[in-house]
C-alpha cells in the first residue's frame, strides 16, 4: 500500500497546474491532502468523477481556508473527522480527517500555523496537546496507523536550513519542537528522519523568497508519522521534491507499507 501526503496550497490552484498528471504519476492507495482551500463542490469535478478514487472532504467553515481531504482506491470501511473527543466546531477550519482502509488507518492533518499573530498561535497551542492526546491510543492499536500531514512544527535544527535566526518564530518554538519530542516518546516513528539519519533535510517546504527553492534552504514541516505496527511493515519513504515542482510550495511525502510482513 502507498500513501502520500501533500500540503497541496489550494486544489484550484494545483490541479490547472498538473496536480491529476502527478498523482498518477505517483500513483498513491491512498492520498492526504491538506490546505485543499475549497468545498467539494468547488473542487475540479475530475477529482470526484474519473480520478479513480473514493474522496473524502473535510473543508474550512471559511471559504477558501484550510481544508483536508482524503481519496482512497478503496471504499474506507470508516470515517471521522477532528479529534474525536472535541466537538464538531472544533474542527470548523477542517483540520483532520481519519479512515480505516482494509484495516489500515490513516490520517490526513494539518495542525495549525502560528505565524500570522498571537491568536492564532494560541490556537496552535491548544491543537497540540490535544492532538498528542487523541494519538496515544491510535498508537497502541496492534494494526498499522499512518498519521500524514502538514504539521507546521520543525523538529530539530536538521529540519531547518536557517534555524539559528529562527528559534523565535513559530514552527521552531522550543515548546513546540518539545511538543514533537514527545510524541516520538509516546511511540510514533518518523519514518523520514529514520530512513536518512541525522543529516540535513531532506526539507517539504521552501519560502517564494530569496530562491529558497533552488538553494533548498527550507523546513521539514511535513511528516508520515508511524505506529509500531506500521513501522514494522514499511518498505520506503522518501520526500517526492521533483513532484513538488510547479504545483505547490511543499513537497509529497511518500510511504510504501507491505501488509504481507509479519
Not at 107 to 132: C, I, M, N, T
Not at 211 to 224: E, F, H, K, N, T
Request: aromatic share 10%; hydrophobic share 40%; charged share 25%.
Amino acid at each position: 500500500m502507498r500513501v502520500l501526503t501533500w500540503n497541496i496550497n489550494g486544489i484550484r490552484s494545483a490541479w490547472t497546474k498538473g496536480l491529476s498528471d502527478r498523482l498518477h504519476a505517483l500513483d498513491a492507495d491512498v492520498v492526504l491532502l491538506q490546505e485543499v482551500r475549497a468545498l467539494p463542490e468547488q473542487a475540479p469535478a475530475e477529482l470526484f468523477e474519473d480520478s479513480g478514487y473514493h474522496v473524502v472532504w473535510n473543508a474550512a467553515a471559511k471559504k477558501g481556508y484550510a481544508g483536508t481531504a482524503l481519496l482512497t482506491r478503496t471504499q474506507p470501511k470508516s470515517v471521522s473527522f477532528g479529534l474525536g473527543h472535541k466537538s464538531d466546531a472544533d474542527d470548523d477550519e477542517g483540520r483532520m480527517i481519519t479512515a480505516n482502509i482494509g484495516g489500515v488507518f490513516v490520517s490526513s492533518v494539518y495542525l495549525p500555523s502560528g505565524s500570522s499573530g498571537e491568536h492564532r498561535q494560541a490556537v496552535k497551542d491548544e491543537w497540540l496537546p490535544e492532538f498528542h492526546d487523541w494519538a496515544l491510543p491510535m498508537r497502541r492499536k496492534r494494526t498499522p496507523v499512518l498519521l500524514g500531514g502538514d504539521l507546521n512544527v520543525a523538529h530539530t535544527e536538521r529540519d531547518i536550513f536557517h534555524w539559528k535566526s529562527n528559534q523565535k518564530t513559530s514552527g521552531f518554538l522550543p515548546h513546540e519542537r518539545a511538543w514533537f519530542g514527545g510524541m516520538l516518546e509516546a511511540g510514533w516513528h518518523d519514518v523520514i528522519r529514520e530512513k536518512h539519519g541525522e543529516v540535513d533535510g531532506p526539507y517539504s517546504w521552501w519560502s517564494n523568497r530569496g530562491q529558497a527553492r533552488a538553494l533548498d534552504r527550507g523546513w521539514r514541516i511535513d511528516y508520515v508519522l508511524a505506529n509500531p505496527a506500521a513501522r514494522k511493515r514499511l518498505k520506503d519513504c522518501w520526500i517526492d521534491r521533483d513532484a513538488a515542482d510547479g504545483i505547490s510550495d511543499h513537497a509529497p511525502v511518500v510511504a510504501d507499507l507491505d501488509l504481507t510482513a509479519g
